[in-house]
């Protein structure tokens, strides 16, 4: 559900860069108040899972589409919600300069609508109140469905909201809405059983992690992460090294939904300066465009499946590394932040 910026105004696309920009900031200071520096290496693994999990797009049975994790309710419900939407923002800031997964332009609308829904309206007011009572594993399970669900209906609202918003493109609004709810549905379906079974494991490991449904989490004192951070540490070296070999070659819920109304994948780009030039930064930017190797020439550009590519390899595991290390530096920050405050 990455926007092309072919799809947002300046005008739109700025704003959504405001409101992501603030909420950005907003959690930072939530965390400086009051953080376990024991979640700044989670924090990072977790990240450096959920971009090698936004890479394998698995195929929508009977559709023609295909989906990807978004992972914001996975980070949520083991990190809370400010690490979470920090940890998501870091995934597409990474995603957009680096492997040209997503436009500049949108990429503040990418980060509000994988970011926010998940953070704080699924978790807090779906995942949490469902399991308060009795996180068991059934209302885990149920809760992570249901709120993983809620979360990207939203998103796909937004997405169809923002376009229309931009006006430039000739997308319908009734149609475009018609595609992107239900097939974004069934995506959520999938994500959700795959989130409960990620917590239910964790859980296993460290129950701590998974029953602290306070907005920011306080780590048992004395407890090692070392099993949680090498299990989610291997999972994501092998889904980004491996896995993402793997991936459908469909395209996805809102790539699938605009080649229905628009016959082709992509709408065309209207030139403007700013988008052009943003255009331009992202070339330079990105190393490994759509997670391969440049290409040297032309090449036989049918997808094949599997694609055993040694660039798709590299991309996961060049972008978990990059993912983990912006983490890291996000949480060194807040807590060097802390420090001085206490200080003063």
Sequence with gaps: MHMADALLSPAVGGAMWAGSLGTI???????????????????????????????????????GSSGHIGGGMLLAILL?????????????????LFFADGGLLALGANIWNLGIYPAFIGYPLIYRFIVRQNASPQRITFAAILSVAVGLQLGALS????????????????TFLVLMQPIHLAIGLIEGFATAGIVIYVRTLRPDIVDDLEGVKSLSPGASLKKVLVAMAVLAVITGGVFSWFASTHPDGLEWSIEKIYGKPEVPQRANQITENLSKFQEKTA??????L??????????????VDPG?????????????????????GIKVLRKHKEKM
Excluded: H
């Excluded at 979470?84 to 990474?94: D, E, N, Q, R, T």
């Excluded at 190393?287 to 391969?292: A, E, T, V, W």
């Excluded at 798709?312 to 060194?332: A, H, K, N, Q, R």
């Design 312 to 332: 798709t390899s590299l991309s996961g595991l060049i972008g978990g590394i990059m993912v983990l290390t912006l983490v890291v530096l996000f949480g060194i």
């Design 294 to 307: 440049p290409s040297k020439g032309e090449e036989d550009t049918k997808p094949s499946w599997p694609a």
């Design 80 to 96: 809370g919600p400010y690490a979470a939407f920090l940890v998501i923002a870091s995934v597409l800031i990474i995603q957009a």
């Design 287 to 292: 190393i490994l465009p759509d997670y391969s």
């Design 25 to 63: 900031i907003y959690c930072a200071k939530k965390l400086r108040e009051k953080m376990d520096d024991k979640l700044i290496p989670l924090m990072g693994v977790l990240g450096a899972f959920i971009f090698a999990g936004q890479m394998i797009n698995f195929t929508i049975p009977m559709t």
């Design 159 to 174: 997405v169809v909201l923002e376009t229309k918003l931009s006006g430039i493109t000739e997308l319908p609004l009734s």
